[in-house]
């Protein structure tokens, strides 16, 4: 792990400017910068950039957050890609944390796989380019298929020369590891001797999410009938080929645009549609979908459509993902490629233009798709129909959602018409699959007594979106939040500082019932816990967090609208205080919102007991104490309002 000092480094040298700027052209406009907003297509710039506060925000999509969001959301980061990717970009050296040395081993290994994959491009590309050999059996095949250089070039296509250890005597001299060239599976062992393993092939580089190269397919050029047509990398702690999803990095902005991923079977399928302008398009490369890869896409968009050949076998190949995907909450279309054709064929026998209108026009719902082949394949077999009755009742189930009703009501309605059954019947069916699922879930979990650990609360966050539908109490736990935040570390007198004040008027203990919104409280307790540790915290410290709810929530929170209308500083002359100079009275406004929902809970408590009273002694104490906590609350009242959040 990167340890905390690291992290801090980063903070305190990143310039979101300089990130965003990478992607995104920026021009000032006052204290902020404006540019087109890179998650969605739009025309007129909504896309605001605040170097003051280190955030961007989308007025447009609604996207926001800071550099290390902005890299997670764009390039499909993880928390710590991000965070090297930075560090790498400001020279920042990244410090790890204590690791087991098997750990510790794990990762040194990985690291060199990857810098002999990198050699091994280089040495593949210049072979196809710079050598006779190269240009005249490789790039001749190559430009016989279509492929144009610049696309070679971006898919860093290379060839292995047919000589027996070409590439290893190369590797060899470069001093790379013998141990660790076999492991990447570029080279093989046999009767003690190293030599090339994909001798006389062209090489595709399998780039991961992230652009290193996991491992490599390659492509018998000769005919061969006891050679295989395709050798790709064995799997090793790189290259999981269940995890891996061919020009899923180029493709990653491509597929957010679109709000839509292509999927295909091939190599050369997905570098063909690249080069017909066609980018948001992966390959499963040739075997069935699995959970890992429809993760993958699912970071990227919602929309999956795969595009298999017509012919049965590609027809097989297709279905097999559909459960997965469903699962995976993804909607799923299906294309199949007419006339023997596969997606490389196709687009250069009909061009870009036609092929892009034929998927629009010929996508097909995938569980309507396998309902229609599976009754075809049934014909009139009772007992065939009886068995898709159930296997698509099972299908709809797994489309379990609450949000998704909607969704599975429609899909019964044309199951229904489409097998010419009852609907009720079907509703049954489907709702006996849900119960039976929910009950097993809920067997496991009395079996499994849930998990203390503090690191899942992620899960359980609410949904910091919903800014739009704030009550009263949630805006004003915001403004109590962003007062710590920004005021927390001023001075309130001679021997507290704000934060210490707010703690101290405050019970800690009691917030668990006050507070509506738990992420919120966890913001709290985190800011007090490092304040204790010695840290002084604001708003970066949560901002720069693995837990994207909550520096996202973080991030909205500070981004409230709070400033001085311009106008009303036109209208009136003289000097209007700041928030900066007003802190004081906003931490004691938010304050007493607290201390107020405390004593209306105190009043219905003791309203309700009031009812229990058996004596009139018992009564008056409770007239009394309810009297008092009236007083309180009138007193309260008086004082709460001048929180400035809207």
């Not at 359980?460 to 109590?480: G, H, S, V, W, Y």
Request: glycine letters at 4%; proline letters at 2%; one cysteine or more.
């Amino acid at each position: 792990m990167i340890s905390q000092e690291t992290i801090q480094k980063i903070q305190t040298q990143v310039d979101i400017l300089d990130v965003v700027g990478t992607y995104v052209k920026l021009k000032k406009r006052g204290a902020n910068y404006l540019g087109l907003c890179p998650f969605h297509n739009e025309k007129t710039p909504s896309f605001t950039v605040s170097p003051t506060k280190e955030i961007y925000k989308c007025f447009g999509c609604g996207k926001s957050g800071n550099s290390i969001s902005f890299l997670m959301d764009l390039e499909k980061y993880s928390y710590v890609e991000a965070l090297r990717w930075l560090a790498n970009k400001y020279n920042i050296e990244i410090e790890e944390t204590a690791m087991s040395p098997e750990v510790k081993l794990q990762q040194q290994t990985s690291e060199s796989l990857y810098i002999i994959n990198n050699f091994a491009q280089q040495f593949f590309t210049n072979a196809l380019f710079n050598t006779e050999e190269g240009q005249d059996v490789a790039m001749s095949y190559l430009k016989e298929r279509g492929f144009r250089e610049d696309i070679i070039r971006k898919f860093q296509l290379g060839y292995n020369p047919a000589a027996r250890d070409a590439f290893t005597n190369a590797a060899i001299d470069a001093r790379y590891n013998a141990e660790l060239l076999v492991r990447t599976g570029l080279v093989n062992n046999r009767d003690e001797k190293l030599q090339d393993n994909y001798r006389e092939r062209i090489i595709f580089p399998i780039h991961n999410p992230t652009g290193k190269i996991a491992g490599f397919g390659a492509r018998l050029i000769r005919k061969n009938d006891r050679a295989p047509k395709y050798i790709n990398t064995p799997e090793n702690e790189v290259y999981v080929k269940s995890r891996l999803l061919y020009g899923s990095y180029f493709a990653r902005m491509a597929i957010d645009k679109a709000d839509e991923c292509l999927l295909v079977e091939g190599y050369t399928d997905v570098v063909s549609l690249h080069q017909a302008g066609i980018e948001n398009v992966v390959a499963s490369g040739g075997t069935a979908l699995t959970t890992d890869q429809l993760r993958l896409v699912k970071k990227y968009c919602n929309n999956l459509t795969i595009i298999y050949d017509g012919d049965s076998a590609g027809i097989k190949a297709a279905l097999r993902g559909l459960d997965l995907a469903l699962d995976e909450r993804l909607n799923v279309k299906l294309v199949l490629i007419p006339d023997n054709e596969d997606p490389d064929s196709y687009v250069n026998k009909i061009g870009a233009a036609a092929f892009k209108n034929f998927i629009n026009e010929n996508k097909k719902d995938f569980i309507i798709f396998q309902l229609e082949a599976s009754l075809a394949d049934a014909g009139n077999d009772s007992a065939k129909k009886s068995l898709l009755v159930n296997q698509v009742a099972e299908t709809i189930g797994r489309i379990n959602r609450a949000e998704d009703f909607t969704k599975r009501q429609d899909y019964i309605r044309q199951v229904c018409e489409i097998l010419k059954i009852d609907e009720g019947g079907l509703h049954n069916l489907v709702n006996k699959i849900l119960r039976d699922k929910i009950n097993k879930e809920e067997s496991k979990a009395v079996a499994q007594p849930a998990s203390t650990d503090t690191q899942n609360t992620e899960a359980e966050l609410p949904d910091a979106d919903a800014d739009l539908f704030q009550n009263k109490d949630e805006q004003n736990e915001r403004a109590m939040i962003r007062s710590l935040l920004e005021f927390g570390l001023k001075e309130w007198s001679e021997s507290q500082s704000a934060a210490e004040y707010m703690f101290q008027e405050i019970e800690l203990n009691d917030l668990d019932q006050l507070m509506q919104n738990p992420a919120l409280l966890e913001i709290l307790q985190l800011y007090r816990t490092w304040y204790m540790q010695g840290i002084s915290p604001t708003d970066k410290n949560f901002m720069y967090l693995e837990n994207r709810d909550i520096a996202e929530l973080v991030s909205k929170v500070m981004q409230s609208d709070t400033d001085i209308s311009p106008n009303w500083k036109n209208k009136y002359e003289g000097h209007i205080a700041t928030r900066e100079e007003l802190f004081k009275d906003e931490i004691i406004s938010s304050l007493n919102y607290l201390k107020l929902r405390k004593i209306r809970r105190l009043i219905l408590d003791n309203q309700q007991e009031m009812q229990h009273a058996t004596t009139r002694e018992e009564q008056t104490i409770f007239l009394q104490t309810h009297q008092h906590l009236k007083q309180m609350e009138i007193a309260l009242t008086s004082g709460v309002g001048t929180v400035i959040m809207k």
